[in-house]
């Protein structure tokens, strides 16, 4: 699986498995720890996962926060 790949998915999965936090500073930490338990899962870079999640969890956060 190439690395782009590798990183869209876990950044997907982040967003699917985390939950959101009462602050923007929450929600990236949370999604963080989620994306770089996806790319452990995976076998991905850890770094990328974490930025990736953080970011992702943050965004939908705060796009859907009655979901949250």
């Not at 500073?25 to 770089?36: K, L």
């Not at 996962?49 to 009655?66: D, F, T």
């Amino acid at each position: 699986m190439g690395k782009l790949t590798l990183a869209a998915f876990a950044g997907l999965a982040a967003v699917s498995l985390a939950a959101c936090g009462d602050t923007a500073a929450e929600q990236a930490v949370i999604g963080a720890g989620a994306g770089a338990a996806t790319a452990v899962v995976l076998d991905g870079d850890l770094a990328t996962g974490a930025i990736i999640g953080a970011g992702a969890n943050v965004l939908y956060c705060q796009q859907n926060p009655s979901k949250c």
